[in-house]
């Protein structure tokens, strides 16, 4: 059978580039349901906000709570601990952001800016790197060099205030939104 | 080398058969009468010792599936969850459930062990190069899925090396946030289907695991056949040139297989039976718990050479990069060769560095099997194992993309013998082995 060419698009043309458009985006348009499910429910989407009380915490003491599933280290610092961290230049500094969702996106990564209150350090307990929870310094038992947390699992180095000084982890610990509603109580989220 | 059939159908039943469905055909074509090269020695049985362990893990996993639970939410005790106590279950209560779970753990060591061995036997004898280059390539798609479902079926136990491992791989993700903003996070997000590894991330495991080792059959089946076309590659790493060099894969090949596969399952056993829980790792006696990560976090042994390839880098992205790398490589292996030469049994220079990797590979493991801060002290030089394993992983990369394009061009290999069958039966035609 012989076919004619032509270079005018034919009738036929114009269907057969329709219809193939039409069955891709209903491919693409049925597909998506099948992607979307993998995201969070709503019931996930849904979880609140946690108080956290500070009475019980000592100083240089660190505490572990759970927020959105995930560790959430609330720091008590001793003045040293908090002199540790502002005796370093932000530029020494790996990561000079300061990861503060309190402040601008641009904040650097000045010891001020790593908390609401000198005294109180809160932050995500996960290390940047590939998620796994530091271990905090104490002062019998030191983690790394820089007197804050150590992460075991690639051995990343955090500084009291929790910013990332060596090892693979590429940012500060991500400090979540949260608020004093007391001097003696925080709201996390 | 498939030739054509040499099936006849012997009674009215199978003549029926023949001419609707030629399915008896085609199992005395792939399964008995196969020519294959005269000459394969033991490091050929590996791809039935390796249908052996999938065959072993499909069957028990099957079963381990009517007595698991995929749930994260809070089990029997505090601080449990129900997929750690329906393990704990099947380790205690149900009948024999220890024994299937031992053999269903041990045998995904047993397959990786396995598929080890396979795997350096095709680089020694050259047997991805042309014109079995797909064949090599379906084999790496084999390992490649075969990673991904042992990485799932290690999260199904929900002990707290399994939450972590799940955690530290899927946030191998979050690396891409460097190249995209925040694209890394979505995917990890995308992939727990909540903030965190938690039960959504268990679930879909769970579904994904027991569908994997089916798309590992179905890719097995495409192997085989991409097998089957231009035969086997044998020792001598020579073409096969006539009936001479061959005999019918059945009966010579089924019982040789079917020896070390016997021998093997000795093994399998001995390590089921006496040592079961030599290769686990005492964490995952522990539930999973977010909250603390176990002191020293590693892979099972099988994935530790990529592992401390992964740890060698200082720069996250980086590190996924490499790792990534060292498997991408493997795809490109029968184009990286450019020696005309298969065998190493006849390439004096290229068989060092063969033997020099199979020895950095086994070094990469176990820099990944030691604590991040290791280091080994020779003669009062502090060495640390970080460094050794950027050595080696640099050694991976090398001995791929520098010593085998180079060496194949330089070496000059021992003169190749004239026939399978000449070399088998030497110059006095004497009878075989």
Not at chain 2, 187 to 195: E, V
């Amino acid at each position: 059978m012989a076919t004619t060419t032509t270079a005018e698009p034919t009738r036929r043309d114009f269907l057969y580039v329709a219809t193939g458009a039409v069955a891709a985006v209903g491919a693409a348009a049925a597909a998506w349901p099948f992607i979307d499910q993998m995201n969070p429910s709503s019931a996930v989407l849904a979880l609140a906000s946690i108080e956290v009380d500070l009475t019980p915490i000592q100083v240089g003491q660190s505490v572990t709570f759970v927020f959105r599933g995930h560790p959430l280290f609330v720091r008590r610092r001793s003045p040293k601990e908090i002199e540790m961290a502002r005796a370093v230049s932000v530029s020494d500094l790996p990561d000079p952001v300061a990861r503060n969702d309190n402040l601008p996106a641009d904040a650097p990564a000045t010891d001020a800016n790593r908390e609401i209150k000198s005294e109180w350090y809160v932050s995500s307990g996960v290390c940047t790197h590939l998620g796994c929870t530091p271990t905090a310094s104490t002062p019998q038992i030191p983690q790394g060099e820089f007197g804050g947390w150590l992460c075991h699992c690639h051995g990343s180095q955090y500084d009291t205030a929790g910013r990332i000084r060596k090892g693979p982890a590429p940012r500060n610990l991500q400090i979540p939104v949260y608020s004093f509603v007391s001097p003696t109580r925080i709201k996390v989220g | 080398m498939s030739g054509p059939s040499t099936y006849v159908p012997q009674t009215g039943l199978t003549r029926w058969l023949d001419t609707r469905l030629p399915l008896v055909r085609f199992a005395h074509d792939t399964m008995l009468s196969f020519p294959t090269p005269r000459n394969l020695n033991f490091w050929y049985a590996f791809g039935a010792i390796l249908t052996f362990c999938l065959g072993v893990q499909i069957v028990t996993g099957i079963v381990l599936a009517m007595h698991y639970t995929p749930s994260a939410l809070v089990g029997s005790i505090p601080d449990s969850n129900l997929a750690f106590d329906s393990v704990e279950s099947i380790m205690r209560d149900v009948n024999y459930g220890w024994l299937l779970r031992y053999v269903h753990a041990n045998g995904a060591s047993m397959f990786f062990l396995a598929v080890y061995i396979h795997m350096f036997r095709g680089l020694y004898y050259g047997s991805y190069k042309a014109p079995r280059e797909v064949l090599w390539i379906l084999g790496v798609i084999i390992y490649v899925l075969m990673v991904l479902t042992a990485f799932m079926g290690y999260s199904l136990v929900w002990g707290n090396m399994s939450f972590w491992a799940v955690t530290v791989i899927t946030n191998l993700f979050s690396s891409l946030d460097q190249v995209i903003p925040h694209l890394g996070s979505a995917i990890a997000t995308w992939l727990w289907g909540g903030f965190a590894v938690g039960d959504a991330t268990l679930n879909r495991f769970f579904s994904l695991h027991y569908l994997m080792p089916f798309v590992i059959a179905g890719v097995v089946g495409l192997h085989i056949w991409a097998l089957h076309v231009p035969g086997n590659n044998n020792p001598l790493g020579i073409d096969v040139k006539g009936p001479q060099d061959t005999v019918p894969f059945h009966p010579y090949y089924t019982v040789k297989d079917g020896f070390y596969v016997a021998l093997f399952a000795i093994l399998f056993a001995a390590l089921v039976f006496y040592a079961p829980d030599l290769v686990g790792d005492p964490n995952n006696f522990i539930p999973a718990n977010p909250v603390v990560t176990p002191a020293d976090i590693v892979p099972e042994w099988y994935l530790r050479p990529f592992y401390a390839m992964l740890r060698s880098i200082p720069q996250q992205l980086a590190g996924v990069l490499v790792l990534a790398g060292a498997l991408l490589t493997l795809v490109f292996i029968p184009w990286l060769d450019s020696s005309r030469v298969r065998s190493n049994r006849f390439r004096p220079v290229m068989k060092v560095f063969f033997w020099v990797f199979v020895a950095d590979c086994i070094l990469l493991g176990y820099c990944g099997s030691e604590g991040v801060d290791a280091a080994w002290h020779l003669g009062g030089i502090e060495l640390s194992l970080v460094w050794v394993a950027r050595i080696a992983t640099a050694y991976y990369y090398i001995y791929f993309w520098v010593l085998m394009p180079l060496i194949g061009l330089i070496e000059r290999p021992l003169p190749l013998p004239d026939s399978i069958a000449k070399s088998v039966l030497g110059a006095s035609a004497a009878p075989a082995e």
